[in-house]
């Protein structure tokens, strides 16, 4: 979302901002624990009221409003209603720490990390709303390691204001206790720590992949099951020479459709037919149903700078096929049944790529994205030639944007600004709403001044941390905003406090400052996804073959990251679409091309995901050099 102020009380209600970092500055209301005073490490000591509260806007029209949705919640990625902790801010998928945000270290529990949870310390609270659809929570909870076997606490549960659940003394040395209890009915969740009765000192206390199990009020709830993929004859070249696994909705099958060197964008056709870009060969392939599930391949286009994104367009009773290349996007008119490319009319010529004089051959996103509205205006994303340089938005032919054109080419403006790689471009259903998919920036430089490590240097500012770097920036799933800009190579998305309607961070290289961009002007990102998921293909999810809970979605497959301790994406998600026109929790939908995600082993990587006129999902795999077909049945 961005921050230009809005009529509609849809965007304020989901994601109403939260006022993070107010302390509660009050005389210290607890005594020292005993033997305090002869500890001159202890962090504690004189230190005053370091109690955290965290609110948000009280008008009622602005109130945050849960977007759980059928099955498995992660709690730490929604937001709460309320929120306090006694010792520094509460931390998400981090532990504690101490006084100041962002300054946890993993999750540890019994010497088992965590991705996801909260870092509290007693005592403190967090409160959400539930909508009363879902059935259970369950979370791990304990002491985190970085404490050793210091700390002690109290878990409990409320809701509806009762007390469901209350873990007794858990201290450093506690085995970690699994909770789960019945939410069923209710309509809101209170996480309570208590410090045990003995004062604060070391109460480290994480809830642990906090989970919300929740049951759909249409459709029922999504699940995924394993499924072995089917192959068909012919196609089972490596990696289907022996059986493969995904993870799909239960009640659907997939299967190999074709198999293609290099698969990338796909655009389905009128007639059944399935256009499939290969950006390594020059080619765009023409996929043909065939006998036993096997789709037939052949060339329709060849002789192409790079071709990527493709488009079908109709203008009066022409269709056009608008085609993506790194250098320029071309349109030829097609008719359904066409197995060959048309006459080609250039419409935008020039764009920046490796061949432009000033990149001296070096172009890291070369690869261009395209997109067309109801009123004929064709969308085009100029990715970064950088991972963060300011030279791609200071060039002449502004980098990191997306523009606008007419249909015939003509009319270029700048739309937006500051977004590094957005990949997939498409509209949501019934609209001119333009919202993309982010590739984020590689290797950022901690933006803080503290101790991330927690070594003893003190000061971790401007260093590059794999454990941060892991985490940071996230990818970026935005509504595009005309004139807006998303803030790179000068601020970055936090996701420390949750992934919807993040705040940013000034980049430590390019904007330690803050005199490049002030980063609160920059447009809000509507909702980040993990970072280095690499998110590629975007579309909706229509067809009568579409899950009830996830008609009209938003789909991306996530291709993977190559820099990440160990290997995140490579699995296809969906955000159920709401009512208001934006994007619900992040599901996951299709997973399993990771067989060893701390090894980095993997055997295929999605890229992009479309329906088909039925609503069967057809995903294309540039490492596997495959296209699969999701479809109902078994």
Same mark, same amino acid.
């Given at each position: ?146 404490? +050793?076997?210091? #700390? ?5 549960? /409320? &809701?509806? %204001?009762? *007390? ?5 003394? !858990? ?118 149903? +065939?006998?036993? #599930? ?5 060339? /329709? &286009?060849? %002789?192409? *700078? ?5 488009? !079908? ?322």
């Amino acid at each position: 979302m961005t921050d230009a102020p809005r009529s509609d009380t849809h965007s304020k209600r989901w994601f109403a901002p939260l006022l993070l970092g107010a302390l509660t500055l009050a005389a210290c209301s607890q005594p020292a624990p005993q033997g305090q005073a002869s500890d001159p490490a202890n962090p504690y000591l004189n230190a005053g009221d370091q109690s955290w509260t965290a609110l948000i806007d009280p008008a009622p029209e602005n109130m945050n409003v849960q977007t759980l949705n059928p099955g498995s919640n992660n709690l730490s990625l929604e937001p709460w209603t309320a929120a306090s902790s006694g010792w520094g801010p509460i931390e998400r998928d981090r532990s504690n720490g101490e006084k100041n945000a962002g300054d946890g270290r993993t999750l540890t529990l019994a010497g088992k990390t965590y991705a996801k949870g909260f870092g509290v310390h007693a005592s403190s609270s967090m409160t959400f709303n539930l909508a009363a659809k879902c059935t259970t929570f369950t979370s791990d909870i304990g002491i985190d390691d970085e404490v +050793g076997s210091k #700390g002690s606490a109290v878990f409990q549960v /409320f &809701a509806d %204001g009762n *007390k469901i659940y209350d873990s007794g003394k !858990l201290t450093g040395s506690s085995a970690v206790k699994s909770l789960k209890v019945d939410v069923s009915g209710k309509k809101e969740l209170r996480l309570v720590v208590t410090d045990a009765g003995d004062g604060l000192s070391y109460d480290h206390a994480d809830w642990a992949a906090p989970t919300l199990n929740c049951s759909g009020q249409t459709g029922g709830p999504l699940t995924l099951k394993t499924v072995t993929v089917k192959v068909p004859a012919g196609l089972n070249a490596a990696p289907f020479d022996q059986a493969r696994q995904l993870k799909v909705p239960t009640g659907y099958a997939v299967s190999v459709y074709a198999r293609i060197d290099k698969a990338r964008f796909m655009q389905p056709l009128p007639n059944g037919d399935l256009l499939v870009s290969q950006p390594s060969t020059g080619k765009v392939m023409l996929v043909k149903p +065939g006998a036993n #599930g096997a789709g037939a391949v052949s060339t /329709f &286009a060849q %002789g192409l *700078k790079n071709p990527h994104d493709i488009v !079908l367009h109709t203008i009066g009773t022409t269709t056009y096929l608008y085609l993506a290349e790194s250098n320029r996007v071309t349109r030829s008119v097609y008719q359904s049944g066409d197995t060959t490319r048309k006459s080609v009319q250039t419409v935008v010529d020039n764009l920046p790529d490796a061949s432009t004089a000033e990149l001296k051959g070096s172009y890291a996103h070369g690869l261009k994205n395209i997109a067309l509205d109801s009123n004929h205006k064709l969308y085009v994303s100029v990715a970064s030639a950088t991972n963060q340089s300011p030279s791609d938005v200071t060039a002449a032919f502004k980098r990191a944007a997306i523009y606008q054109y007419n249909a015939d080419g003509s009319g270029r403006r700048l739309f937006a600004q500051g977004i590094r790689n957005a990949e997939g471009l498409a509209f949501a259903p019934g609209s001119n709403d333009l919202w993309v998919v982010v590739n984020n920036r590689d290797n950022i430089a901690y933006p803080f001044h503290n101790d991330w490590q927690n070594d003893g240097t003190g000061d971790d500012f401007g260093k590059v941390i794999q454990s941060y770097v892991d985490n940071h920036p996230p990818e970026e799933f935005i509504k595009v905003r005309d004139g807006g800009n998303s803030g790179w190579p000068y601020c970055n998305p936090n996701p420390d406090a949750g992934l919807s309607n993040m705040p940013f961070d000034r980049d430590v290289e390019n904007n330690a400052d803050g005199s490049k961009l002030d980063c609160s002007k920059a447009d809000r990102v509507t909702k980040g996804i993990q970072a280095h998921s690499a998110p590629l293909g975007l579309s909706f999810w229509q067809g009568s073959n579409a899950p009830a809970s996830l008609k009209g979605a938003a789909l991306a497959a996530l291709h993977g990251c190559w820099n990440c301790s160990a290997f995140v994406g490579h699995k296809v998600i969906a955000f159920p679409w709401t009512a208001g026109g934006l994007p619900g929790q992040e599901q996951e939908l299709v997973s399993g091309w990771v067989t060893n995600a701390a090894s980095k082993i993997r055997w295929g990587r999605p890229v992009d995901v479309v329906p088909d006129a039925s609503g069967n999902l057809l995903i294309s795999d540039d490492f596997a050099n495959a296209v699969y077909k999701l479809t109902p049945g078994n």
